[in-house]
């Protein structure tokens, strides 16, 4: 007889709850943090698929030398910008002028929900490089100086393919990126007011109509029973049977069979 003790609960869920790990994305926010220090306050990894890493604002343009120059990411990939601050529009489903007044005075008491690694600013710049060596990617991230004049220092020095970025994030989100050769428009005219890709900036011909297609939901009524036209069809049906009915016993196979047998035909020319 075997001893062996299966396997208990306690054990068996400290199985499952043991994370997957990826040790050489952890190695590498080990290596931005050895040589970034208290620059990086925060990361996270996802096992197989990327790597997140969150910097302080100061360190912005420093971080940039050191994954190009230090860690190997030479391949500069895109830089944006993130707002944080809800969209107070929601579907554009209303229109009118006091519609853009409620939206924004909405706008001005919302709270930030900031996504992966946190964020402390409404607005909060991002960049991804490449290491092409190790095929590895990474994904950096620093909130601006304030919500008012968002600043951060500018990665055309280190990456001279960042300045159409930064031009583009300085032109739809109002970040500035200071050290930057000319921040000039590349999309909108030169006297255009506002960042078209803030979430507070009103599209105003959708205040005046709103956007195609869009349609209030109404629930579906609930189907209707019809009441049978003649009443006399919900009326018991009652049971029809020979007053002289031969009772059979279904219990006593011979009786049975001997009770429903076919009689025979009469002979012909009998009367």
């Not at 489903?93 to 939206?103: I, Q």
């Not at 049971?239 to 279904?250: G, K, N, T």
Request: one cysteine or more.
């Amino acid at each position: 007889m075997s001893t062996d003790a299966p396997a208990t609960t306690d054990e068996a869920s400290d199985d499952e709850a043991t994370e997957e790990r990826d040790e050489a994305r952890e190695a590498l926010v080990a290596s931005l943090r050895h040589h970034l220090g208290d620059a990086v306050v925060g990361s996270e990894v996802l096992p197989g698929l990327d790597t997140h890493v969150r910097l302080t604002t100061e360190s912005w343009g420093e971080a940039a030398q050191v994954v190009r120059y230090d860690l190997g990411f030479r391949y500069f990939c895109f830089l944006s910008v993130l707002d944080w601050l809800p969209s107070p529009y929601g579907r554009y489903l209303e229109t009118g002028s006091e519609t853009l007044e409620r939206v924004s005075a909405a706008a001005d008491q919302a709270e930030i929900t900031p996504g992966i690694c946190g964020a402390d600013r409404r607005f909060q710049v991002f960049a991804r490089v490449r290491n092409l060596s190790t095929n590895e990617m990474l994904c950096l991230r620093a909130d601006t100086s304030s919500d008012e004049d968002p600043t951060v220092p500018t990665w055309v020095n280190t990456y001279a393919g960042a300045e159409w970025h930064e031009r583009e994030a300085w032109e739809m989100f109002g970040v500035t990126f200071d050290g930057h050769p000319g921040l000039r428009n590349l999309y909108l005219p030169g006297d255009f007011e506002g960042y078209p890709l803030r979430k507070d900036f009103p599209l105003l011909a959708r205040l005046v109509k709103p956007w195609p297609g869009i349609v209030d939901v109404e629930p579906m009524p609930e189907p209707e029973v019809a009441e049978p036209a003649n009443p006399a069809l919900e009326a018991p049906v009652a049971e029809v049977s020979a007053p002289d009915a031969p009772v059979i016993d279904v219990s006593d196979p011979e009786a049975s069979a001997a009770d429903t047998s076919v009689p025979e035909a009469p002979p012909e020319g009998a009367s």
